[in-house]
């Protein structure tokens, strides 16, 4: 499948781009905004494509059989670039699919975003952000894949994970996240799902599939 990231350059994305571009399967799109980062994407046997979610990224979508959404504003900017970035931007992505039909969404959303009201304080404007998008999602006829991890760690990957919902509160590696991910794409049991990932002791394809 031709698959877009959206969000490449981040730390997820670039692990994304990198278990991708060296498959089998799929060729790894790589939107990223600045003609800097392109070099990395490469390396990392991917094609990059120079786009912005606060504009107007059709073109970069166009022809795509999958997309991941993996961006985020970061912690570093304010509540306004949550809501541009993390919600406003994954809403223009979903559009964007239905628009172009392209069929297959993967969203990397967080855990607590079933229920924004009851997650810490400080971050509650950007788990009602995820909220916002996710459902917008759910509601977009496309087939979507919303996963749902815990604190992301650098931690290396185990290939071990707990999948399901109501976790609780944790931890993961982005590797984990990123393979997660991988396999979502090539797991039609995982449509229509929405899966919390937490470190664990299951192998990742197991965990996924169990939670199906
Ligand atoms: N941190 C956590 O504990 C946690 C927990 C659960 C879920 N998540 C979610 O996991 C996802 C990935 O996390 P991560 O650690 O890999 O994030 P990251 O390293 O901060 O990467 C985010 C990426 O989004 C890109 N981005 C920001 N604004 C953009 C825009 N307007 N247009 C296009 N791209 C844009 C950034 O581009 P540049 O590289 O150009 O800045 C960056 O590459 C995020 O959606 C995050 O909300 C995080």
Redesign the pocket.
């Known amino acids: 499948m031709d698959v877009l990231v ?2 490449a ?5 670039r692990l994304l781009v990198e278990i991708l571009g060296n498959g089998e399967r799929h060729i790894a799109h790589a ?4 003609p800097a ?1 392109m070099p990395e994407i490469r390396k990392r046997g991917g094609r990059p494509s120079l ?4 504009e107007n990224f059709e073109d970069v979508v166009r022809g795509m059989d999958a997309l991941v959404f ?5 912690a570093h900017t304010g509540p306004e670039k949550t809501i541009d ?2 919600q406003n ?1 994954a809403i223009r992505a979903v559009d964007t699919c239905v628009a172009l039909e392209v069929p297959r969404f993967v969203m ?4 607590g975003a079933d229920d924004p009201e009851s997650g810490p304080e400080n971050i509650r404007h950007y788990l009602r952000a995820k909220h916002v998008a996710d459902e917008h999602l759910r509601a977009s006829g496309l087939q979507y894949t919303i996963l749902r ?4 760690t650098d931690e290396p990957g185990t290939g071990r994970i707990r999948a399901g919902a109501g976790l609780g509160y944790g931890e993961i590696p ?1 590797a984990d996240v990123a393979e997660a991910i991988a396999l979502c794409l090539d797991m039609p049991e995982t449509q229509g799902r929405i899966i919390e990932l937490l470190s664990g002791d299951t192998p990742i394809r197991k965990a996924l599939a169990q939670e199906a």
Do not use: F
């Open positions: 959206i969000g350059n981040g730390q997820i994305g939107m990223v905004r600045d980062q786009g912005d979610l606060e993996t961006a985020g504003s970061g970035v993390d931007g990397v959303s967080s855990m991890p815990g604190r992301l982005r």
